[in-house]
């Protein structure tokens, strides 16, 4: 029990030191190509440092609501996070640990985000709340079959995630089979419009017309923005781990912890760059052809729960 | 794993079908047709190099995979974006069906030839019914491609996808029809396809549009 | 001899680019049609006498004729010989109202050739491959024949047909994949005679059942597309009617037999290995039957005689496929019977239909009256060919209509014969209806003056319509002969 603890507390500092590094590496990135020096990777740690300095600005019109979506927000992304280990050695902790638990905990963050949104009574809050709900509701069939294929293999026939590491910690060699690689890519996408991201979403912008998540949270400011950024920095973590850890096992299982954990870096790290890369090779969608990248990623999770189950 | 890199291939020939449909411009069908090529180069080389170094001997798929190079990857999409250029200026939508609900309609048509084939009990081979599968549902998508465009030029990809569905079929099946078949096959389907060019051209001097919406003179 | 039927059209398609005068491009086709004619009369009487012609050497295992191909084969090189006689005058008027070109001209000889010789190869070949590249090369050697007027519904047409043929066929290749599948799985992987039809069928019980009721259902619709039956028709009016007369004359009388052949050889084989003729029969019924109906409702709402033509070439294809599908002998001797009929009076009438369009230049059955006091011979001969194919006697179509509707009453097949009663009467009331304002009543157009065009047109039709009555009160002894092995062939006994 108290070993359980332990190792519940270790992942969550864990992830919450790691998790901004990632945003860090696709923004110098994206300034390499565009000819720029770019701020330093760590630079979201010394935003969120800052922010937590500045003082709050709230309406006066806010209710009890919009003071706390933030930490909502927050604790969700880190609940989910902690159902996730993000290495084998870290499985013990979880025993209330399933995959359909962390879809819920992102539904009820995003919903006290959307309410907090439409709170304040500003035009771009209410338009930024049904965007992003919107969004995730195109995403989500696809999601949720993506956590079915994986879970469904006849070893593991449950959502549990210990059941699941399982399974993946004798079997590595799945990363390589069709269904792993077409579910990736599926996920990949998933990634992109649930982390709000180019070409489902702008992060960096603050036009009125284009932005998705930045117009919900416009009105923040100070610590809770900055709990709003920190939970967003581990939600994208929470993907990248899915897809590190679930959909492309490999060196999963090598025995030593810190060697998996080495592994594991440089797994979320590559992830990280694809998104990078298609965030630099792509504009951003009109809010009426996001619909089309969302069945995309239904249809190719489809083909890769078909290659898995029915194709064989 | 000789299997297991064939499975994964033809299902990416698969998924360009998908990307096809997925397209809005006509610009962009031909890159993706060359993509879906490409694979099927890669497919017919796999399938003779393993041939040859398993057999000791010269295999005669290895001629189709020159064949395809040649002409698939290189000259018909060459050809198809100089049409392309010469007849249409602007850029227009080119789909009646909407992409979601097209993606959707392709998915039953893969549920459709999985239902169909596996219900084969003649094929033992559980590989082979997998290709044949995958070949099916690229026919069947690239029927649909046809169905679902609206100009000339996307009634010739959807061709082109079918043929190479059909070739898809027959190299991962029965490891190559007999030679003289596949180069009559090729011969024919190439002709078929220059053909289909001239009378693109004929459509556009006669209809003053490759949009065959536009062909509706000739009814019940 | 396998070499003189692919040499003859390769030679004769090219010939005629090499000299300018009309009459001899003219005379290089008719001589080049002429030996075809010879050459499948020669195999005719040597299949009467051997059964089988074969070959040695690298075609051993690709060339093959029996009774059934050389029958086809006759009807295809019979059909050719006298269109090519009729393109004399029908392209010889077109010639002179500078409505085609020279150069047009020759395109139109060699590129029928090429069809010609593309039908031919697929009738000589026992190898699948063969026979779907060869069926699939008539596709595009007509493409260009459909579109020849180069108008807007011409090559409306033509683009229809490409696509619609060319995209049906390619599940005829999938049904011959699958079928090829099967027989290196249980026959070992022999290549090329692995295709071979006559392999395949020597070896039927081998072969797995399941696959090859998929095959059969691949195949039937690939070259149930060429052959126009109902839900892939939709080519075949426009094709048809937009097509110059000859051309017409050629697809409807010749090109739905060949593809109608390919059909018949994968039926033979499923048939064999299934041990019963079930399967196929309900298929083949199904689609026959949805045919004959489709054409009866479509034949009464045309403007236009040739489409009317056209739809009933969709209808007899049924009648064919009903034939085949009751798979009695009395049922196949019928489809056999009636491919002969069918192919000689539809010729017929889309070469009359040719010199009423040179009269008229409108294909309105509207604008088109007493044709008969205008046109006597083509009037009459129409007329009479109208009669004819809607099933009167004394005429050959009657004979085979009689006997397909018989066998399915003696097969017990009543829902088929009745409603196929009915639709014969409809297609009969059809023609009736809009076919027979044109030949009565007197002309009204000032601009039309009487008399035929010249004397060429008029003969070949009235050769072709002896042929029919021929055929309706007597049949040849060496046809008959070659018409009896051919059902053998197609039950599964005789033959070999």
């Given at each position: 029990m108290l070993e359980s603890i332990l190792k519940l507390i270790l992942q969550i500092l864990i992830t919450l030191l790691i998790a901004p590094f990632f945003t860090g590496v696709i923004r110098k990135m994206k300034a390499r190509v565009q000819h720029r020096v770019g701020a330093s990777v760590i630079q979201p740690y010394y935003d969120l440092i800052k922010l937590f300095k500045k003082d709050l600005v709230v309406s006066e019109t806010a209710s009890w609501i919009y003071n706390l979506a933030p930490y909502v927000y927050f604790i969700s992304s880190v609940a989910a996070i902690s159902c996730l280990p993000i290495v084998h050695g870290l499985t013990g902790f979880s025993f209330y640990t399933d995959l359909l638990i962390i879809v819920y905990l992102f539904v009820a963050g995003r919903i006290f985000m959307a309410l907090a949104g439409l709170d304040t009574g500003s035009t771009f809050g209410g338009m930024g709340s049904s965007r992003e709900l919107l969004v995730s509701a195109l995403v989500e069939p696809a999601l949720f079959i993506v956590i079915i294929t994986v879970s469904a293999r006849a070893e593991v026939a449950s959502t549990n995630v210990p059941a699941i590491y399982e399974f993946l910690a004798g079997n590595t060699e799945t990363a390589f089979t069709p269904m792993n690689i077409l579910l990736s890519a599926s996920m990949l996408m998933i990634l992109i419009a649930e982390s709000s991201r180019i070409p489902v979403d702008d992060p960096s912008t603050h036009l009125e017309l284009t932005m998705v998540h930045e117009a919900m949270v416009l009105e923040y400011s100070g610590r809770h923005l900055a709990f709003i950024e920190m939970g967003s920095y581990i939600k994208q973590l929470v993907f990248m781990t899915f897809m590190a850890n679930i959909l492309i096992p490999v060196g999963f299982n090598v025995g030593n912890t810190f060697l998996e954990f080495g592994i594991y870096l440089v797994k979320v790290l590559v992830i990280t760059i694809l998104v990078g890369v298609v965030e630099l090779n792509t504009v951003k969608f009109r809010l009426y052809s996001i619909p089309n990248f969302a069945v995309i990623a239904l249809v190719i999770s489809i083909l890769g729960f078909l290659t898995g189950f029915i194709l064989k | 794993m000789y299997h297991n890199a064939l499975n994964l291939m033809s299902i990416l020939i698969l998924i360009s079908a998908f990307a096809l449909i997925a397209n809005k411009r006509q610009n962009s069908y031909i890159p993706t047709f060359r993509f879906q090529s490409v694979l099927l180069a890669g497919i017919s080389l796999f399938v003779s190099v393993r041939e040859m170094i398993a057999s000791k001997k010269f295999d005669e798929v290895i001629i189709m995979f020159v064949l395809i190079v040649v002409f698939k990857v290189i000259i018909i999409p060459r050809y198809m974006k100089s049409t392309v250029e010469k007849v249409e200026y602007k850029v227009e939508k080119d789909f009646f069906i909407n992409i979601p609900l097209s993606m959707i309609i392709c998915c039953c048509l893969v549920v459709l030839s999985w239902y169909v084939i596996y219900h084969i009990e003649g094929i033992t081979d559980n590989h082979a019914k997998n290709y044949l599968i995958y070949s099916f549902s690229v026919v069947l998508l690239g029927l649909f491609f046809m169905i679902s465009r609206k100009k000339a030029i996307g009634q010739i990809i959807g061709f082109l996808v079918i043929e190479n569905g059909m070739f898809l079929a027959a190299m991962l099946t029965t490891e190559g029809m007999p030679m003289i078949v596949e180069l009559g096959l090729f011969f024919d389907l190439l002709t078929a396809f220059i053909i289909m060019g001239i009378f693109v051209f004929k459509i556009n001097n006669t209809f003053e549009s490759i949009d065959i919406n536009k062909l509706k003179n000739l009814k019940g | 001899?396998?070499?003189?039927?692919?040499?003859?059209?390769?030679?004769?398609?090219?010939?005629?680019?090499?000299?300018?005068?009309?009459?001899?491009?003219?005379?290089?086709?008719?001589?080049?049609?002429?030996?075809?004619?010879?050459?499948?009369?020669?195999?005719?009487?040597?299949?009467?006498?051997?059964?089988?012609?074969?070959?040695?050497?690298?075609?051993?295992?690709?060339?093959?004729?029996?009774?059934?191909?050389?029958?086809?084969?006759?009807?295809?090189?019979?059909?050719?010989?006298?269109?090519?006689?009729?393109?004399?005058?029908?392209?010889?008027?077109?010639?002179?109202?500078?409505?085609?070109?020279?150069?047009?001209?020759?395109?139109?000889?060699?590129?029928?050739?090429?069809?010609?010789?593309?039908?031919?190869?697929?009738?000589?070949?026992?190898?699948?491959?063969?026979?779907?590249?060869?069926?699939?090369?008539?596709?595009?050697?007509?493409?260009?024949?459909?579109?020849?007027?180069?108008?807007?519904?011409?090559?409306?047409?033509?683009?229809?047909?490409?696509?619609?043929?060319?995209?049906?066929?390619?599940?005829?290749?999938?049904?011959?994949?699958?079928?090829?599948?099967?027989?290196?799985?249980?026959?070992?992987?022999?290549?090329?005679?692995?295709?071979?039809?006559?392999?395949?069928?020597?070896?039927?019980?081998?072969?797995?059942?399941?696959?090859?009721?998929?095959?059969?259902?691949?195949?039937?619709?690939?070259?149930?597309?060429?052959?126009?039956?109902?839900?892939?028709?939709?080519?075949?009016?426009?094709?048809?009617?937009?097509?110059?007369?000859?051309?017409?004359?050629?697809?409807?009388?010749?090109?739905?037999?060949?593809?109608?052949?390919?059909?018949?050889?994968?039926?033979?084989?499923?048939?064999?290995?299934?041990?019963?003729?079930?399967?196929?029969?309900?298929?083949?019924?199904?689609?026959?039957?949805?045919?004959?109906?489709?054409?009866?409702?479509?034949?009464?709402?045309?403007?236009?005689?040739?489409?009317?033509?056209?739809?009933?070439?969709?209808?007899?294809?049924?009648?064919?496929?009903?034939?085949?599908?009751?798979?009695?002998?009395?049922?196949?001797?019928?489809?056999?019977?009636?491919?002969?009929?069918?192919?000689?009076?539809?010729?017929?009438?889309?070469?009359?239909?040719?010199?009423?369009?040179?009269?008229?230049?409108?294909?309105?059955?509207?604008?088109?009256?007493?044709?008969?006091?205008?046109?006597?011979?083509?009037?009459?001969?129409?007329?009479?060919?109208?009669?004819?194919?809607?099933?009167?006697?004394?005429?050959?179509?009657?004979?085979?209509?009689?006997?397909?509707?018989?066998?399915?009453?003696?097969?017990?097949?009543?829902?088929?014969?009745?409603?196929?009663?009915?639709?014969?009467?409809?297609?009969?009331?059809?023609?009736?209806?809009?076919?027979?304002?044109?030949?009565?009543?007197?002309?009204?157009?000032?601009?039309?003056?009487?008399?035929?065009?010249?004397?060429?047109?008029?003969?070949?039709?009235?050769?072709?319509?002896?042929?029919?009555?021929?055929?309706?009160?007597?049949?040849?002894?060496?046809?008959?002969?070659?018409m009896d092995n051919a059902t053998g062939i197609i039950l599964g006994m005789g033959g070999k």
């Open positions: - | - | 001899m396998n070499l003189a039927f692919i040499a003859i059209p390769a030679l004769a398609a090219g010939l005629v680019w090499t000299n300018k005068n009309k009459s001899i491009i003219h005379l290089t086709n008719l001589a080049g049609a002429a030996a075809m004619l010879l050459t499948s009369i020669l195999a005719l009487v040597e299949v009467n006498r051997s059964k089988i012609i074969t070959t040695g050497g690298f075609f051993k295992d690709i060339f093959y004729i029996d009774s059934l191909s050389v029958y086809i084969l006759f009807i295809t090189t019979l059909a050719f010989f006298l269109v090519s006689l009729y393109s004399i005058s029908y392209f010889g008027q077109e010639l002179k109202r500078n409505v085609i070109t020279l150069k047009k001209l020759k395109l139109y000889y060699s590129l029928s050739n090429a069809f010609v010789l593309s039908m031919i190869l697929a009738l000589t070949t026992q190898n699948m491959g063969v026979m779907w590249i060869a069926i699939e090369a008539t596709t595009l050697a007509s493409a260009f024949l459909v579109g020849f007027y180069n108008n807007k519904r011409a090559i409306e047409a033509a683009w229809k047909y490409l696509i619609i043929c060319s995209v049906g066929i390619a599940f005829a290749l999938l049904g011959i994949i699958l079928l090829y599948y099967s027989s290196t799985v249980e026959l070992g992987g022999n290549k090329v005679i692995g295709m071979s039809w006559n392999y395949l069928l020597q070896h039927a019980s081998a072969l797995d059942p399941s696959i090859l009721k998929i095959a059969f259902i691949f195949i039937l619709i690939g070259f149930g597309t060429k052959v126009g039956f109902s839900p892939m028709h939709t080519w075949l009016p426009d094709a048809h009617s937009q097509a110059p007369s000859p051309v017409s004359s050629l697809l409807s009388g010749v090109l739905l037999n060949t593809a109608m052949y390919g059909i018949i050889r994968v039926m033979t084989i499923v048939n064999k290995s299934l041990d019963s003729s079930r399967y196929t029969g309900n298929l083949l019924l199904l689609l026959g039957i949805l045919s004959v109906g489709t054409a009866a409702i479509f034949v009464l709402v045309q403007q236009d005689y040739k489409r009317i033509l056209a739809y009933s070439s969709i209808e007899h294809m049924g009648i064919i496929a009903i034939g085949l599908g009751i798979c009695t002998p009395v049922g196949i001797f019928a489809a056999i019977y009636h491919i002969f009929n069918h192919a000689v009076t539809k010729s017929m009438l889309f070469l009359a239909t040719g010199n009423v369009y040179l009269k008229y230049h409108t294909k309105k059955i509207s604008s088109i009256k007493g044709l008969i006091k205008i046109m006597p011979v083509t009037g009459v001969v129409f007329a009479m060919g109208a009669f004819a194919i809607t099933g009167m006697p004394p005429f050959g179509i009657f004979m085979s209509k009689f006997n397909t509707v018989a066998a399915a009453i003696f097969s017990k097949n009543y829902v088929i014969a009745v409603l196929l009663l009915i639709f014969l009467a409809a297609v009969f009331g059809g023609f009736t209806k809009q076919l027979g304002r044109m030949f009565l009543g007197s002309n009204n157009n000032p601009e039309i003056n009487k008399g035929e065009l010249d004397k060429i047109g008029p003969a070949v039709l009235i050769i072709l319509f002896c042929i029919t009555i021929f055929m309706g009160v007597y049949i040849p002894g060496p046809i008959k002969t070659l």
